[in-house]
């Protein structure tokens, strides 16, 4: 099984700031990861589909890079409504693995 | 507009079974794998089951042989059977949809909860 260890935990950040949240596969995923928003007492919302593609709809500021075993997660502009919990997943093979998440909290 | 409604949450002692059921519209639901994705309280997602618009059911490990994951297209509606149920089986449960080509999900339910307690 993929194992998707996600850093870090928790990120404090302030309106504006460029963002940075990292996942590492446990074994080459390709471009096979996706990362979603997740919002408290809400469904998770998808952003970006393999490594690189932003999902309709979803802001430009979103944007993601890597294959392989290391991915990340770049929000450039930082805006109110980006604070909430961040999971990659890999889509590569079941089962089907999500990373730990990341809290990106207000600094 | 794609929704997706869950239903068949509950109380349910160590041991016991329940049945999820979700309902789907705004989409040709025949056409997409559908999986449940689980949320223990304050914690992050677990994958559970897919069944796939080809027909092959996949599971975790940490519920395969206790859960069977259904669907009827007739209905639109697939469905979770959830037996020997364990404490840490206590979640809000997710149906979501999976995208054209792709396991990744785009689209969720507002969950379900599922409490495993004596």
């Known amino acids: 099984d993929i194992q998707m260890t996600q850093s870090p935990p928790t990120l404090s950040a302030s309106v504006g700031d460029r963002v940075a949240i990292t996942c590492r596969a446990s074994?080459?995923?390709?471009?096979?990861m996706a990362w979603y928003q997740q919002k408290p007492g809400k469904a998770p919302k998808l952003l970006i589909y393999?490594?690189?593609s932003l999902e309709s709809g979803v802001p430009s500021r979103f944007s993601g890079s890597g294959s392989g075993i290391e991915f990340t997660l770049i929000i450039s502009g930082l805006q109110p409504d980006d604070f909430a919990t961040y999971y990659c997943?890999?889509?590569?093979?079941?089962?089907?693995?999500f990373g730990g998440g990341t809290k990106v909290e207000v600094k | 507009e794609v929704q997706l409604l869950e239903s068949g949450g509950g109380l349910v002692q160590p041991g016991g079974s329940l049945r999820l059921s979700c309902a789907a519209s705004?989409?040709?639901?025949?056409?997409?794998?559908m999986s449940w994705v689980r949320q223990a309280p304050g914690k992050g997602l677990e994958w559970v089951s897919i069944f796939t618009e080809s027909g092959t059911a996949l599971y975790a490990d940490t519920v395969e042989g206790r859960f069977t994951i259904s669907r009827d297209n007739s209905k639109n509606t697939v469905y979770l059977q959830m037996n020997s149920l364990r404490a840490e089986d206590t979640s809000v449960y997710y149906c979501?949809?999976?995208?054209?080509?792709?396991?990744?999900?785009?689209?969720w339910g507002q969950g379900t909860l599922v409490t495993v307690s004596s």
């Open positions: 705004g989409f040709t639901f025949k056409n997409y794998g």
């Open positions: 997943q890999q889509h590569n093979k079941f089962p089907l693995s």
């Open positions: 979501a949809k999976s995208a054209a080509a792709n396991t990744v999900f785009d689209s």
């Open positions: 074994q080459s995923i390709s471009s096979w």
């Open positions: 393999k490594a690189s």
